[in-house]
């Protein structure tokens, strides 16, 4: 029976290393060192050296977008593919996730993480890794749940059988202008009443926000569905009719203008025929498309016909006053305007401050995609079954 009770030590030792914490090596297979491509993209392999500033990011900052993601990927089919499949399956993540699961709140413990389970990419298109990269925001307003002088402006519900995305069937709906004109009176809930028509522009672009009633309290709305219509931005607009100058198409400069022009200001806003439609939302938020809650300055909105959701990578851009903006950053959420391989929205929180980076944030910059270094992971225990494991190491042992 001896050889038996080896095997089923091995087979221990084994599953304890599967579930340990990221000091521990996992067994894997050299990642290939040649580039991947596939369509407009191509993913070149890198050491994690040579990820601008990866030593001086506050990486723990990370940890609650990447758990929440993990969260969210552990319980797909295993043989799901994560975009294109050359991020993965969901099967190739569960030793990554399953790892992260006991990995401490610290910088170190963080990279030590990423640096034993990860490999980077560095994601180029047409032979450039360079792009654009802007910023948003969760916007906050001021609401009623009835409708006054004082709140006039309709925030719509999804109207009944209106798919979410019509653009995947080709379908349009009215447009902005006709809403503003009434088109869904006594068609779609509203759900609440907003005072101010350009936060109510700008909330329908941000796609959330945290909206303080008239009675005090506080509620938070999400996207909850579009007319089908494309997105053309409110700085493009003014920009068209010369009322911007050069170089000052900013949110903030946008809302300023729009908010002192107040006759001018719906017009303008109509030549714009995206309109969004919004629910309720209870618990943590804002909810991006992956449907985890958002982290400010961890949480990047992307383009998922090249990234998929859920998908760590490495930011090497620059903020608003060209501070170099290098961190962890998780793929969460995506965005109308973001669009293209090497694009990216950086969520930057709620409140005026984040306003204002958002607003103002237009960078040069590049990324890195951290996929899995194996490509059949082991499957991360439970405490039970680590408690079960070593139980039966102790009866074994001599």
């Known amino acids: 029976m001896r050889p038996l009770r080896l ?13 340990a914490g990221p000091d521990i090596q996992p067994s894997r297979p050299t990642p290939s060192q040649g580039p991947i491509a596939s369509g407009p993209i191509t993913l070149y392999p890198v050491s994690f050296n040579e990820l601008p500033g990866w030593r001086d990011d506050a990486a723990a900052e990370s940890l609650p977008a990447l758990r929440k993601s993990c969260d969210k990927i552990v319980v797909m089919p295993p043989s799901k593919q994560l975009g294109d499949g050359r991020t993965g399956t969901a099967g190739d993540w569960t030793g990554p996730c399953g790892a992260l699961r006991s990995v401490a709140a610290s910088n170190d413990a963080i990279r030590r993480w990423a640096e034993s389970w990860l490999q980077p990419y560095r994601v180029t298109a047409g032979g450039s890794s360079e792009g654009l990269f802007t910023g948003y925001y969760q916007a906050e307003l001021r609401g009623s749940r009835q409708r006054s002088a004082a709140y006039p402006v309709p925030l719509y519900g999804r109207p009944s059988g209106w798919p979410a995305d019509p653009s995947k069937t080709g379908q349009t709906f009215a447009t902005r202008a006709e809403i503003d004109a009434g088109a869904l009176n006594g068609k779609a809930p509203v759900v609440l009443w907003l005072d101010d028509p350009v936060d109510a522009h700008i909330l329908h672009i941000q796609g959330s926000g945290r909206v303080t009633l008239d009675d005090g309290s506080v509620v938070q709305v999400n ?20 009322l911007l100058a050069p170089g000052e198409s900013t949110m903030p400069a946008v809302r300023a203008w729009l908010k ?26 804002p909810v991006g498309a992956q449907g985890v809650a958002l982290t400010p300055g961890r949480s990047l909105a992307v383009d998922t016909k090249y990234i998929p959701l859920g998908v760590p990578l490495w930011l090497d851009s620059a903020d608003s006053a060209g501070r170099p903006l290098r961190r962890l950053m998780v793929a969460q959420d995506t965005g109308a305007a973001i669009t293209g391989p090497v694009r ?11 306003f204002d980076s958002a607003g ?33 190491l ?5």
């Open 344 to 354: 990216g929205d950086f969520f930057w929180g709620f409140g005026e401050t984040a």
């Open 260 to 285: 002192s022009h107040p006759a001018q200001a719906p017009a303008l806003m109509a030549e714009n025929p995206r309109y969004v439609f919004f629910r309720l939302h209870q618990g943590e938020g």
């Open 7 to 19: 095997s089923l030590i091995a087979a221990g030792l084994s599953l304890l290393a599967a579930c």
């Open 223 to 242: 996207y909850d569905g579009n007319n089908g219509h494309k997105f053309v931005g409110l700085g493009k607009i003014l920009a068209s009719h010369n």
């Open 394 to 398: 102790d009866e074994e042992m001599p």
């Open 360 to 392: 103002r944030m237009k960078s040069r910059g590049s990324y890195y995609l951290l996929l899995p270094r194996q490509r059949t992971a082991p499957v991360a225990l439970d405490a039970d079954q680590r408690m079960i494991t070593l139980a039966l």
